[in-house]
């Protein structure tokens, strides 16, 4: 039997992390948020914060787990490794995509023992946190798995449905740059800031989505999200696309504006 302490940090990979050994002193964490088992919905969230992929938000990551538990879901907060500006400090892709389809990988493992089902895992992510909740949805085949990873590493890593707040999406025109830097570091190749605009990579495999965004975002233009709505669209893939009038960048949890609700709701539709 699994012996996962609520809200406790449990290692996410067995021995020293992947792709990124550069960085030995970042350890990636998983930490689990029990709902109440009155209100057990069957479904998990591995929750990704945002942060420009040099912090993590707590507000986008615990605050959400403790939110989202409340409403039924199994909450999963992952602590993965952040960059650097400096391209010999840090972590840089493909480390943060690594980390991010294990976790999916290891929640999706859980499943039979924590009782939701391994068909209804979401990610969800703000800012920098939706790119790599965008990113595993995806390009999951592009993160690292290790051979101690054992039958854990046979387990799709690609999620049942994804939820992007404000999300960073493309590295190009409209990109945050600051993520972009962290991500891949200052002398990148083009090819993946190519691959990494995520509207580039959608695909038919590429899982049901919700999208929400603000008009008057000047950190991370809207653009990101219609653009990757734009080529969900294209390639038949179920989304929602919330762009509201007002406010700039973040919000998390606030008040004024419906998007949870919302959200909420569209995954009852789909699951």
């Known amino acids: 039997m699994l012996n996962l302490k609520d809200r406790t940090e ?25 709902p109440l088992v009155w209100k057990k919905n069957h479904r998990a969230l591995v929750i990704f914060p945002g942060g420009a992929y040099c912090f993590l938000d707590k507000n986008e990551g615990h605050g959400f787990a403790e939110f989202f538990s409340q409403q039924g879901y199994y909450c999963f907060v992952v602590n993965y490794r952040l960059g ?46 939706g790119h790599l909740a965008a990113s595993v949805s995806v390009l999951p085949e592009l993160g690292s798995i290790l051979p101690e990873e054992g039958e854990v590493a046979r387990i799709s890593s690609r999620p049942n449905f994804a939820i992007l707040c404000y999300p960073v999406l493309t590295l190009g025109e409209y990109t945050h740059n600051p993520s972009k830097i962290h991500l891949l570091g200052v002398h990148y190749d083009p090819a993946d800031a190519e691959k990494l605009s995520l509207e580039n990579s959608v695909n038919e495999k590429t899982p049901p989505t919700f999208l929400y ?28 696309l919330h762009i509201y009038e007002k406010g700039d960048h973040g919000g998390y949890l606030g008040p004024g504006h419906p998007w949870v609700a919302e959200a909420l709701r569209w995954v009852d539709t789909l699951l």
Do not use: M
């Open 10 to 34: 449990i290692p996410l990979w067995c021995g020293t992390p992947p792709a990124g050994e550069s960085d030995p002193e970042q350890i990636p964490v998983i930490t689990p948020y029990a």
């Open 84 to 129: 650097s500006k400096n391209s010999d400090g840090g972590c840089h892709h493909p480390a943060q995509l690594s980390d991010g389809a294990r976790a999916v990988r290891l929640v999706r493992s859980w499943a039979s023992e924590l009782d939701y089902r391994a068909d209804r895992i979401g990610v969800i992510g703000c800012s920098a946190g």
């Open 213 to 240: 965004h603000r008009l008057g975002d000047h950190h991370v233009p809207c653009e990101n999200s219609i653009l990757y709505a734009e080529a969900l669209r294209r390639h038949g893939v179920p989304f929602e």
